[in-house]
C-alpha cells in the first residue's frame, strides 16, 4: 500500500489501515498491559533460557522444595528448577503456538477466501473437507496421530504440524461466510466495476474487511493451540523430555498439588496468564480495526 | 445539458442491440430440477451519444438497472450485442473489458455501502488509477484532490473514512472516484434517490457541470420521473425488461404515446397543490407480474385499459413513429398528461 | 373549528444520550379536525417520524416527553401502557412505511383483521369476517373473500399496505398516522395506495396525519401542512400558501430543490448549502441560519418565534423566522440562487 503513505498536495497524511489500526491500538490500555506481560514473559524465557540452558536438566539435591531465593518458583519431586522449567516450556508453547497460527492464519483464510469469493463447487468440495477435518474430533486425531508420530520421541516441531494442520478449519469457516457477506456489499461491486482484479477484491477489499475476523480469531487460535498442546501432553502424548512444556509440567505437578502446590500452580498459572494475555491482545485488535470504534474510543 | 440528440450523423458511444439478460437461479444441490428463469431484461436496443443524457425509467423490477449493470459486465448478457466506440463488449474477457472501464464508470445508488468502509476516501478516490497502473507518487496525490475540488469537496478531507460523511458527501466521493480516470460515460444507478431532498439536488446540479465540463455521456438509471426530466435529453421507459417508448424528454413528457408511460406520469405527484387537484390520475389495476413468468405478447396488456386479443399474441415492435420517438404499442395514441 | 379530534400543544421529546441530551422535537402545537389531513414534512432527522411516534405513544422508555397530546378529548402523554392498548386501533391506527413490519408473517391476512375487527368490541367470528371482507374491499383489495386467507408474502409492497390501511380503518379510529406509508412502493402502486387512503378517510371521518419526505404527495392529500426542521416546527400553513406563499427561507429551498415532471425547466435546482444540524444541544439561534443565505446576525443569536404571516385569505400561517413577512414575499426559492456552496467540509465529529 506503498502508494498512499505519500503526502497530499494538501499535506495531511494519507493513511493506511494499518497504521490508523496501529494507532488506536495504542490507546486501548487492556491490550497494551497484555502485550506488555506477554513480551515480559517472552523476554524472561529467553533470557533464562540462554543464560541458563541447562536448568531444566540439572538435577539438585533439593526434592520438592517450596519457592525460595534459590528457587523462585520451587522445585520438582525430582529435584528439578521449576522456574527454568516453566520459562523453557513457555517458550516451547510459544513457539508451537506461532507455528500452529501461522498455519491456521495462511490456511484458513486462504481456503476461506477461495471458497467464499469464487464460490460454486471449488466452495463445495474444500467446504465438504473442511466438515470432514470438523466431525471427525479434533482431540481423537491428535491422540491417534500423536501416537504415531512420538513413536520416534514427541518433536515440538511435529506437534506443531500436527496441531496446525488440524486448527486452520474454524478460521476457513469464519473467513468464508465473512466473503459471502462482503462480496455482496456494493463496494465490491464498486471495485469490480472499476476493473479490479479477483486478487485485488480479495486483497485490497475483503481481507481488510475480514482482518477484525481474521487477527481476532487468529489470536484465538495461538490460545486454543497452547491449550491443545497442554492437554496432549497433560495426557502424556505430547511433548517428551527432555523437551519440556507447560502441559507436561501441570500435568506433572497435579499429583502433588495438596502437597506441594507450587509445582502445579506456577506452571498452571503461566499457562493461564500468556492465554489471558493472548485474548485480551485479540481483542484489542479487533476493536483497533474498526474504524468506527477507533474514533468513538478517542 | 441540452445537446442536440436528433442529430443521426453522430456515432454513438454506447450501442446497444436486442440485449437479453436471463438470470437462472442455480441450485447447489446436483440432480435438483432446473430452476425458474428471471427475465431481467428481454431484447433491449438503444443509442447513447457523446455528451448527452439517456434518461432510463421504470419501476422495480422493470430491468433498467440490470441493463446498467450489463454495460459493465455486472450482470452477464444472455444474448445481444453492446458496442462501446464500435467495439463490442459481449464476450469480452475480464482483462480486455479492464481497458473498457477507464471509458465506462459507473455510480451506484447505496452512497452508505458503494464506498469500503477500511479506506480512506483518498484512497477509495486512488483505486481507479492504481488499478490501471497509472498511480505515480509524483501525480497521484495531485489528481484525486483535483477530483475531490471537481466534486466540491475539500481534498484536506482525503484521510477521512466514509463513516465521517454524509449521504450527499459520500455520493459525491463516489462521483469523484468515478471521474478520475476521465471516463466518456458514466451510467448512473439511482444517484439520488437515497438522498434527501435539498441534498438530491446538490448532486443533480453538480452532475449537470461536470457534463457541461467534460462532455461525459450518462446513462441515468431512475425511478423518480421529475429527476429524469430535469437531468435527460432523452428518455427510455422500460416495463418488464423492455422499452416501451423511447424519445426525445420534450416529446415523451408533453405528448407520450404508450399507455404505460401515460399511467406512469398521471401517477407521479407534484408538488404543485393546484395542478394536483385538477388532475384526473389514470389508476392501474393490479401489479407487476412476475418476471419469471411474463405475460405473452406485449407485456403491459395484463394491466393496459386499452388490450386487445393481439396484444396477447403478438410482441409488439419498438417502432419510431417520427422524430425519433419510437414507440412499442400495438395501439399507440399521443396523450397529454397533467 | 368545531372540537378537534386531535389536539397536540407544545410536544417535546428528547433523548437522554452519550452526547448529551438530544431534543428530537421541540414545542410542537397543532389541532386537526375530522377528515382533515395534517402533512408533516421534513428531511432525515427533522423529528417528524420521532413526532409520529409520540402521537402513538410508541416511543422508546429512553425517551422525555412533555407537552400534551390530547386524542378526541383524552390524554395520551403519561397514560400508561395498559391504557395506551385500548386507544391504539380504537382512537388511532397507524400506517407504517414498511407492510412487512406491522403484518405478522405466520397469520393469514384474514386472522389479522378478524383479530383487529374483534380486540376492539364484541363482534361474533361469522360478523367479524364479514366486516373483514368489507374492509379489504373498501381498501381496493380485489376478490377480497380469497384474499382472507393469503399469507402476507403472497401478497405485493402495493397489496399490503392496503391490508394496512383495511386493518387500521377496522375500528373506525379518529386518527390515522401514516409514516412514509408509500415510500417503499413504485409509483403506479403508490397512487393505488394513496386512493385507498383517501377512500379510508371519507368512510371513517378520521383525521390523517401523513408524515413523508415527499413534497408531491403532500401536494396531493393534505389539507394543512408542518415544515420541521431540526425538531422545530418552522412553519405551519394551509397547501397552497404553503406551496405558492412560503415564508421560510427552508421551506423554499426545500421546494425549489425538486424538479418536475410537468414542465421543462434548463434552471438549476435550488440547494441548500450545507447540512442539517445535529440536535444535540442547541446552541441557540436560529437553527436554519448556518444554511440559510437571508441570515443576519439576529438570526445567530435569537431564534425566531413560530408566529403569523399575513395572510389573503385570513388562514393561519405560522413561521418561525425574523423576515417572515419579506420571506413569504420572495419568489419562490429566489434566494438560493447563486448561494451555492463551493466547497462541502466534512461535518465535524466534534466530540
Redesign the interface.
Known sequence: MSIFRKKGRSGEKIETQWSTAMRNFRKDKMALTGIAIFVIILIVALVQTMLNPKGWSTLTTDFAKPPSWHHPFGTTDSGLDLMSGCLKGALQDLIIAVIVSTMALVIGTAVGAVAGYFGGLLDSVLMRVVDLLLVVPLLTILIVMSNIFSSGGGSPLAIALLIGFLSWTYISRLVRAEFLALRERPFVEASIALGASSWRVITRHLIPNAIGVIMVNTTLTVAGAILLESTLSYLGLGIVPPAVSLGMLVQDGQGSATTSPWQFFFPAGLLLIIVLCVFVIGDGMQAAFDPRNARRRK | MATDSTDTTRSPVLSVRDLVVHFQKKSSLPFAKPTSVVHAVCGSSFDLFPGETLGLVGESGCGKTTTGRAMLQLAEPTSGSIKFDGQELVGLSRKEMGEIRQNLQIVFQDPFGSLDPKMTVGQSIAEPLAIHGRWTDEEGPGLVAEAMRHVGLDPKFASRFPNEFSGGQRQRIGIARALILNPKVLILDEPVSALDVSVQAGVINLLADLQEKFGIAYLMIAHDLSVVRHVSDRVAVMYLGRIVEIADKVDLYSAPQHPYTQALLSAAPLADPKAERQRKRIILEGDVPSPTNPPSGCRFRTRCPKAQDICANEIPDLIDRGQNHAVACHFPEAMKII | MAQPVVSVKGLEVSFATEGGMLNAVRGLTFELAEQEVLGIVG??GSGKSVTALALIGLLPKTAVVKGSVEIDGEEIVGRAEKDMYKMRGSKIAMIFQDPMTSLNPVYTIGWQIIEAVRSHGKVSKDEAKVRAIELLRLSGI?RPEAALDSYPHEF?G??RQRVVIAIAMANSPRVMLADEPTTAL???????VL?SLQSALEKTKAALVLVT????????MANRVIVMYAGRVVEFAN??EL??RPSMPYTH??????????E???E?????PG?PPTMLNHAGGCPFAPRCPLAQDVCRSTEPALEPVATADGSVHLSACHFRDEVSSMPVASMFKGA????????D?GH
Open positions: 428531511e432525515s380485489p405485493s402495493g397489496m413504485d409509483v403506479t402502486v403508490q397512487a393505488q386512493l419526505h415527499d413534497l408531491g404527495v403532500v401536494a396531493g397547501v397552497d406551496f405558492y429551498g426545500l421546494l425549489g430543490a425538486i424538479p418536475s415532471h410537468a421543462d425547466s434548463d438549476r435546482l435550488s440547494q441548500i447540512a451555492e456552496q463551493i466547497l462541502e467540509g466534512a461535518e465529529s
